[in-house]
């Protein structure tokens, strides 16, 4: 058990990271999670739960914690879950021909649509204020215009077929 958990500081904070805990905080109050982080300056924490598919995340107020308890330490897969929860996901790497075919196929939905659209390279050009970069989704859309951006995001994402992972009614 752990009292004093603010003046323990960051090199000892180490030592409960990636374990199960109990924390006490307040007078009646309990958690229980996998502890992700701890931010060195409030001393609060980050504690992770997983269940049945549902991953639930609960910041701890450093100033509130009295006690601190390990249970466990985490296995392999546990440590994985944790270090990757916050990740963004991964990018399909695809071969040249399929990004080529991608990208062709956003060029013609968004002309279709009559948005004006050009090559630069390997990235398109809509409307000379946003950019979509390889592999062409709506997430790899980039503007400073926040309207613009969410509209043509959109848009991708009622393209029917490829690049979206599902069909969807097209805007005509």
Same mark, same amino acid.
């Given at each position: ?7 323990? !500081?960051?090199?000892?904070?180490? =030592?409960?990271? &990636? ?6 905080? !307040? ?9 992700? #982080?701890?931010?060195?300056? $409030? ?10 598919? @549902? #991953? ?6 450093? +100033? ?10 985490? &296995?392999?897969? /546990?440590? =994985?879950?944790? @270090? /990757?929860?916050?990740?963004?996901? #991964?990018t399909?790497?695809?071969?040249? +021909? ?6 062709? $196929?956003?060029?013609?939905?968004? %002309? =279709? ?5 050009? %090559?630069?390279?390997? &990235?398109?050009?809509?409307a000379?204020?946003?950019t979509? /970069? ?5 997430? &790899?859309?980039? $503007? $400073? ?19 979206? #992972?599902?069909?969807?009614? !097209?805007?005509?």
């Amino acid at each position: 058990m752990q009292r004093g958990w603010c003046l323990l !500081g960051p090199l000892q904070w180490t =030592r409960f990271i &990636d374990k199960q805990v109990m924390v006490k905080a !307040g007078k009646h109050e309990e958690y229980c999670g996998w502890l992700l #982080t701890v931010d060195p300056v $409030s001393a609060s924490m980050v504690l992770v739960n997983f269940s049945e598919g @549902r #991953t639930s995340v609960q910041v701890v107020m450093g +100033h509130a914690v009295e006690e601190v308890k390990v249970l466990q330490a985490a &296995d392999q897969e /546990t440590a =994985r879950r944790l @270090r /990757t929860l916050f990740l963004p996901p #991964t990018t399909p790497i695809l071969v040249p +021909h399929e990004l080529s075919r991608r990208k062709g $196929s956003v060029r013609q939905w968004l %002309e =279709r649509n009559r948005i004006p659209v050009e %090559e630069q390279g390997d &990235d398109l050009r809509v409307a000379g204020v946003l950019t979509i /970069t390889a592999p062409y989704r709506p997430e &790899d859309c980039c $503007s $400073s215009n926040q309207i613009i951006l969410g509209r043509i995001q959109k848009l991708i994402q009622a393209q029917p077929g490829p690049p979206e #992972t599902g069909p969807g009614p !097209g805007p005509d």
